[in-house]
């Protein structure tokens, strides 16, 4: 039950502010699904992250005008890397959590790139939008990724779980 | 067998997620997207989210220049006094202007007489993301609205209806990279297709080298693809690229509708010039 509130508080939050709060601020258009997803995944370490990265992708796909499915396979196949650095490397470092948010996202993006290419034929690359997606994505992302990570650890504390021991 | 899947749960699992997404993706190629229970389920439980944070900003901004506001309002009574002596005079030159439009709009109005249908829908949300450029309409499938319905301003396309709801839909941006539609050149009739871009511009990526286009150059909706009805401003010529080579020339438009801050729309249900629009809706 608990578990449930703390998926289900992120993944409304992350609606929201994607859908109503960022399309107010013209200059900020972070990814709030995969943030979400990312620390649900770096400070748990449990093989549930790829499924929770899936299902937050399926939230990214439904406001979102690529083919249905796209965000959740980049989501996917990112949350393997990503599960694999919070096992061995991550433990928590807040230090460090920003450039890990920002290297994901970048790297989500791309993937999210090669899965257009690969099956829809994209081919528009620039640097121009590379460097759009640096300042609107991964640098406002990298910035929002220490409060809300605070803010799982303090829904830990008041839902009385631990996600990183599993017990909840 | 139970054995077999008990110890192999956690790869099944991934595995059997990995083939449902490759083949949801493969089952698009040709579509490019198609909506499912799972984006009209969604986009119907954050509706009331939507409306009601639209109606709380709108609280809250009442509250702050209504009174917080109202601090400063002294000092700038006493500016105001001094703007008022020359405003008065620009407002006897505005009042000749005020007339020429009011007779302008008789006019328009006489153009106008076989009006479109249409619905007013007020702008709720907006994501921006790297491969999306969306809209969120507090209008719906209860009002009308149907997939692939043509969405404008007075002043030009803004984009077409991606997904409805009843109480909602999703639209479109022309500038959204996904985005495609013929269009005409105003000046010389020639056709062409305007895509959206990855960086959030629109241009026309292959337009014949020898047919002229100058900069500032109105481009407008076609209706040949029979979902944006014809005649509708899509954007200026902004530039134009031809390389040494090659048989097109790039354009890039400015689009004319102001899509970065849109706050009301129109939904097109019927355009009565159009024989036939929109063709795809669901």
Do not use: C
Not at chain 1, 61 to 82: E, K, Q
Not at chain 1, 120 to 128: A, L, P, Q, T, V
Not at chain 2, 155 to 166: A, D, H, M, R
């Amino acid at each position: 039950m608990q578990l449930a509130s703390v998926l289900a508080i992120y993944g409304l939050f992350s609606l929201w502010a994607e859908t109503y709060l960022f399309g107010l601020l013209t200059w900020f258009d972070p990814n709030l699904f995969l943030l979400s997803a990312l620390l649900l995944i770096l400070h748990w370490r449990g093989p549930e992250g790829y499924f929770i990265a899936a299902g937050f992708g399926l939230l990214a796909d439904v406001y979102s005008s690529t083919p249905f499915g796209t965000y959740a396979l980049a989501f996917f196949l990112v949350s393997f890397p990503a599960r694999w650095y919070a096992v061995k490397i991550f433990q928590d470092a807040m230090v460090t959590l920003p450039v890990v948010v920002g290297v994901f996202s970048l790297v989500s993006n791309g993937v999210v790139y090669l899965v257009l290419y690969l099956f829809f034929g994209e081919n528009r690359f620039s640097w121009f939008w590379l460097n759009e997606l640096i300042g609107r994505d991964a640098l406002p992302l990298a910035a929002l990724s220490a409060p809300l990570f605070l803010a799982l650890l303090w829904l830990e504390d008041r839902l009385r779980i631990r996600l990183s021991m599993r017990k909840f | 067998m139970l054995k077999f899947l008990q110890r192999y749960k956690l790869r099944l699992s991934l595995g059997f997620v990995l083939i449902f997404l490759l083949l949801s993706l493969l089952g698009q190629v040709d579509s490019k997207r198609q909506e499912n229970w799972m984006t009209s389920l969604f986009q119907a439980a954050t509706q009331p989210l939507l409306q009601f944070s639209d109606y709380m900003v709108d609280g809250v901004s009442s509250i702050w220049t209504g009174y917080i506001w109202l601090v400063g309002v002294n000092q700038e009574n006493q500016d105001l006094s001094k703007q008022l002596l020359q405003l008065r005079s620009e407002a006897a030159q505005g009042k000749e202007i005020y007339k020429a439009y009011l007779r302008q709009r008789e006019l328009l109005a006489f153009k106008q007489k076989n009006q479109d249908q249409k619905v007013f829908a007020e702008v709720v949300g907006e994501i921006k993301r790297g491969f999306s450029r969306l809209l969120v309409l507090n209008k719906g499938a209860n009002e009308g609205i149907k997939k692939n319905f043509a969405v404008v301003t007075p002043l030009g396309v803004v984009g077409k209806i991606q997904s409805v709801t009843t109480y909602q839909s999703v639209v479109q941006l022309i500038t959204d990279p996904n985005s495609k539609f013929p269009v005409l050149v105003q000046e010389n009739r020639a056709k062409a297709m305007v895509r959206g871009s990855l960086d959030g511009t629109i241009s026309i990526t292959h337009f014949p080298r020898r047919t002229e286009i100058k900069q500032g150059g109105v481009v407008v909706t076609s209706g040949l693809a029979g979902i944006l009805p014809k005649g509708f401003p899509v954007g200026l010529v902004s530039s134009v690229e031809k390389k040494e080579f090659g048989l097109f020339q790039t354009v890039t438009l400015e689009p004319v509708a102001e899509l970065d801050n849109l706050e009301e729309v129109v939904v097109i249900l019927y355009a009565n010039q159009n024989i036939h629009h929109p063709l795809f809706t669901d």
